[in-house]
């Protein structure tokens, strides 16, 4: 069987989510000066072997188990959504051997969230504070985990935001002020705030979207002032049903650090779990 002939035949047992995401590959692989055509079967034909060769990979990783877990009570991971969002995980794992990153996430979230029905947009620019994209009119942060040590229970964002004025307080006094002045200004920014979770140590990639309440920032501003005394101060954060997170000004890198998150008092939104790829989680091919 040539690459084409089982290209095809892999196409043909695709979801039509999945086949819209292959077509597009396809579509982005045609030289220019040929065109691309819109049906999926004929761009395949405009193909060299090593063309295919890519997009016979993504297929097969597209047609291999996944196991997915989605919330119930999620009205970001609806099913439109998830069926977007799956393809992009599997379509990213075909291709590379890392987690998906950052921007991949970014992409991933808002194509997603487009097949889902919503509005989307961009931050202004890439420098742009506190949020990343625009969902439906909601200034939303992402944010990505995969360190080896991360628990699977708790959560950490590494860099909640820049905060170089950390350097320039040194009293408990003026750093409470200025942490004040930085929550209200990132509570007046952000909407919502999600974290996609790689697991490294699994025997196959395996992802997680949380979602961090705001209301945990909340409880920052009744902390006490003595509470900042400290030249890097850790601040634990609970309330009566106990603890909630960590609050810390990382004063070394000039950052706001987020760690200890209690996942039990977050929502997770979904759990997508690529059982058919091996821990490196790359599929790969070779031209027949």
């Known amino acids: 069987m040539t690459v084409h002939e089982e290209l095809t035949h892999l196409l043909e047992r695709l979801s039509d989510d999945e086949r819209e995401l292959v077509q597009r590959l396809a579509e982005d692989l045609v030289s220019e000066t040929s065109g691309a055509r819109s049906d999926l079967f004929a761009v395949v034909h405009e193909l060299g072997d090593q063309q295919v060769n890519q997009l016979l990979g993504v297929a097969k990783t597209m047609a291999l188990p996944i196991q997915e877990t989605l919330s119930r009570d999620s009205e970001t991971v609806t099913t439109p959504f998830a069926a977007e969002f799956r393809a992009r995980l599997q379509a990213h794992h075909a291709t590379h051997t890392t987690a998906m990153d950052r921007l991949s996430f970014e992409n991933a979230f808002l194509a997603a969230s487009r097949v889902a029905g919503r509005t989307t947009d961009e931050a202004p620019s890439r420098t742009t504070r506190f949020f990343d994209v625009t969902v439906d009119g909601e200034q939303t942060a992402l944010k990505t985990e995969g360190a080896k040590s991360m628990k699977a229970d708790k959560l950490h964002i590494s860099k909640l935001s820049e905060a170089a004025w950390i350097q320039d307080m040194r009293s408990g006094r003026t750093r409470r002020e200025k942490t004040m002045e930085f929550l209200a200004e990132f509570l007046a920014a952000v909407d919502r705030i999600f974290v996609l979770r790689f697991y490294q140590a699994d025997s196959a990639p395996h992802y997680e979207l949380v ?7 909340e409880l920052v501003k009744s902390v006490p002032a003595q509470e900042f005394n400290a030249d890097a101060p850790r601040i634990q954060i609970q309330d009566a049903d106990g603890p909630i997170m960590e609050f810390r000004l990382d004063r070394s ?16 939104h979904g759990d997508w779990r690529l059982t058919g790829l091996g ?5 790969t091919t070779e031209a027949t």
């Open 211 to 217: 979602e961090i309440p705001l209301s945990h920032f």
């Open 279 to 283: 821990a490196t989680g790359a599929a």
């Open 253 to 268: 890198d000039s950052k706001i650090t987020i760690g200890k998150i209690e996942k039990s008092r977050c929502m997770v």
